[in-house]
């Protein structure tokens, strides 16, 4: 909250609509009810002139930002800024399946399950499940140092946060099958994190080794240290991005309760400047209008400071059902709506959008 708090006065705002007239570029023009769409701009074939073609279709419609990933960075801001869009670089956190050199640099870094197996040699569910520990100090180090690096770059409005979090404790209802279990409760192999360093300081601060408790998931101090965790490794990247004049954002789980307890996520508490919840109603079996309410969950528990997007997941959404999506999400308080990804809007997915948010 301090470190919000002092960039927005270095901004010189200090309430919501003066901060919106100071970050008009977040908003992409500051429209009432935003709309956003996640890109994966990594295309080899795509070239500057390509992107602008497809960011000024998006524009048409009524989009007001991209959030990127893969690609070159100051191409795609050249190619949203001139269609008068926000650029919000999405990037992944805690997850560093395609990180190289930390693997081999640093294989201590990566988190350890309730079986203590590390998710570098040992990945739950898939390949590219190989996550760093956030309790460690020099991993909140080296985060805060990309995403700073990530911010630097000029014309980058934002940061967009991807896999903040532990591997799913428990998988969204609607993939139970795909991995042939049934999660009712917290199982070892997907439980993290047990590495030295955070059995280390958790019992530090309550006197008790988490490996060695009888019911692990039962023990509420345990899991508020991982949410905690967490947190602090977000706070400590938004100080370097803040740092830079830029702001910072997050696709993260539903609701702030959902997060908690298959994600240990509590974004909730981040120091985020725009969160975007991915709201993808068919991975919880849920119907469309479960959007609104969830939505409106998240809003209760932000400060009222920082809006809430609305993510919708297009393969679930046909175009009168991404309609009544959007409607719900407005129903529900969200300031704007994401959906992914670009590559699943059709013409008449767009023609839809632009009625819906007018
Ligand atoms: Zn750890």
Redesign the pocket.
Known sequence: MTDRRTFLAALGASTISSRLTALPTLWGGGSAFSAWTWVHGGSATIDLAGWKTRYARLRDAGITGVLVSGGDTAMHVEAAHSQGMALHRWVWTLNRSGDKKVQDEHPEWF??SREGKSSLTTPPYVGYYKWL?P??RPVREYLADVMGEVAAIPGVDAVHLDYVRHPDVILPRNLWETYKLVQDHEMAQFDY???D??RERFERETGKDPFTLADAPADVEWRRFRWRMVTETVEAIARATHARGKALSAAVFPTPMIARRLVRQEWDRWPLDLVFPMLYHGFYREPISWIAGATAEGVAALPVSTPLVAGVYLPDLPPPALGEAIRAAREGGAAGVSMFEMGGLTDAHLQVVRSAIG
């Open positions: 988190s350890v520990c309790t460690r994190c047990y590495c360093v955070c």
